[in-house]
C-alpha cells in the first residue's frame, strides 16, 4: 500500500510542497492513501458553492490523481456540508474503466507522517465508483455539515488547518477464460504496427538479392536501378521503360541527356530512400542542385519529389533570388513556391507582376 502528503495553503495549487508517493500492486487491487493537509480554512471559506480547493497530484494504479476540497458546499442543495471528491488528472482512454473504492477521514490536530493521528470522522462510499472516459470525478457530497466541522466538539480544526486522509483502492476486474483457465483483464487488443510494405519492398531491392535490370548514363555517369522502382514512382518513367513504343521498353540501357549527374543522382537516392540526399540540402551548391532537381522531377511526373525540392528552396529566397525563383515556379507550376516568392518581395517591397 503506498502513502503520499500534500499540503494547501489557501491556494488553487501549492507546487512547492514536496510529496512523496507510492504505490504496491496487491492483486487483486491496488491501493493507495493521501494525507491532504489544507491551512488558512477560514480564508478558503467563503470561496462559494461550487468552488473547490485541490491537492497535490499522486500516483495510484499509474494513473494521477487529485483531491478536490468544496468549503461551502458541492451544489445549492448541499451549501450546508463539506464535500471531499476523487477525480483522476486524465479522463481514461476511451474503453478503459477504473472501478474505485475511496474514504475521506478527518484527522486529529496530531498529525504524524506515516501515522496520522486519530481518526475524527470518516464516511465511505457505498459501492465502487466508476471512472472512464465519459466521468472521472467521483465524491461525498454531504461529508459532513459545517457546523460539526467547525465545532469544538469535534475538534478537527486547529490553527486554522484541517488534514483530511483519502484511502481508495483500485479495483483489478478479472474474469477466466472457459476451458483454459486463463486469466485475463478485459479484451484483448493485439497492437498492429504501421504498414510497412512500401518499406519491405524498398530494403528488399536495396539488400542486393534483387539484380539490378536498367542502367541509366547521365554525362559521364552511370547508375544502376530497377525498372520496378522507377516506373513505381514517376508516371514519366512507367510511359518509359513499359509503353509499348519505343526502344527503351525493351532496352537495358537509357541516356539521360540535359541534365546533371548531381542532379539525376538525388532523383535516384528519392526513388529508394523518399528523401532528398545531404546535397540538396546542404553545402554551397544546395541551391543549385534543389533547383535543377525541382525542375526534373516536374519533368519525370513526381510531384511529391517536386515539393520536397520547392519546401527547400524556400530557405534560398532572397532579395537576389527571389524573381528568378519566382519565375521558375511560374515555369512549372508550383504555386506554393510562387506564393512564397510574392510574400517576400511583398515584405521587402520589390516590385513584381502579380498577375504574369
Avoid at 477525480?87 to 474505485?100: A, K, N
Avoid at 466521468?135 to 475538534?155: C, D, H, M, P, V
Avoid at 504498414?195 to 555517369?221: Q, R, T, W, Y
Avoid at 547508375?223 to 519505343?246: I, N, T
Wanted: hydrophobic share 35%.
Amino acid at each position: 500500500m503506498g502513502c503520499c502528503f500534500s499540503v494547501n495553503d489557501g491556494y488553487e495549487y501549492d507546487d512547492a510542497v514536496a510529496a512523496v508517493s507510492g504505490s504496491v500492486n496487491e492483486v487483486p487491487r491496488v491501493t493507495g492513501v493521501h494525507q491532504f493537509t489544507i491551512r488558512q480554512y477560514s480564508g478558503i471559506k467563503g470561496k462559494g458553492v461550487g468552488k473547490s480547493v485541490l491537492s497535490q497530484n499522486f500516483t495510484v494504479a499509474g494513473r494521477k490523481w487529485f483531491i478536490r476540497f468544496y468549503p461551502d458546499g458541492y451544489n445549492n442543495d448541499t451549501s450546508d456540508h463539506v464535500a471531499f471528491f476523487l477525480q483522476s488528472l486524465y479522463r481514461p482512454r476511451c474503453g478503459s474503466v477504473y472501478h474505485v473504492e475511496f474514504s475521506f477521514s478527518l484527522l486529529g490536530p496530531n498529525v504524524v507522517a506515516g501515522d496520522g493521528g486519530a481518526v475524527l470522522h470518516n464516511v465511505r462510499v457505498d459501492r465502487p465508483c466508476r471512472f472512464d472516459n465519459h466521468s472521472n470525478s467521483w465524491g461525498i457530497r454531504k461529508y459532513i455539515t459545517r457546523e460539526q466541522l467547525e465545532g469544538s466538539a469535534l475538534g478537527a480544526i486547529q490553527d486554522d488547518t484541517l488534514t483530511v486522509r483519502c484511502t481508495m483502492h483500485v479495483i483489478q476486474r478479472r474474469r477466466t477464460s472457459r476451458g483454459a483457465g486463463a486469466v485475463v483483464t478485459g479484451p484483448v487488443r493485439v497492437p498492429v504496427p504501421p504498414s510497412c510494405h512500401a518499406k519491405n519492398a524498398m530494403d528488399f531491392l536495396l539488400s542486393g538479392d534483387a539484380p539490378f535490370d536498367l542502367e541509366i548514363h547521365v554525362g559521364d555517369a552511370t547508375f544502376r536501378a530497377h525498372r520496378l522502382a522507377l516506373a513505381g514512382q514517376s508516371l514519366y518513367f512507367r510511359k518509359l521503360l513499359y509503353g509499348q513504343v519505343g526502344n527503351e521498353a525493351s532496352s537495358p540501357v537509357i541516356y539521360v541527356r540535359g541534365m546533371s549527374p548531381e542532379a539525376f543522382g538525388a532523383v535516384v537516392h528519392y526513388v529508394y530512400h523518399d528523401i532528398l540526399p545531404p546535397e540538396a540540402t546542404k553545402g554551397r551548391n544546395a541551391a543549385a542542385v534543389a533547383r535543377e532537381v525541382f525542375e526534373a522531377a516536374d519533368m519525370y511526373a513526381m510531384e511529391r519529389l517536386k515539393l520536397m525540392c520547392a519546401s527547400n528552396l524556400c530557405r534560398f529566397i532572397g532579395d537576389d533570388t527571389a524573381s528568378s525563383l519566382m519565375e521558375l515556379a511560374k515555369a512549372h507550376s508550383c504555386d506554393p513556391l510562387k506564393k512564397a516568392c510574392q510574400n517576400y518581395m511583398n515584405r521587402k517591397r520589390i516590385p513584381f507582376n502579380p498577375d504574369s
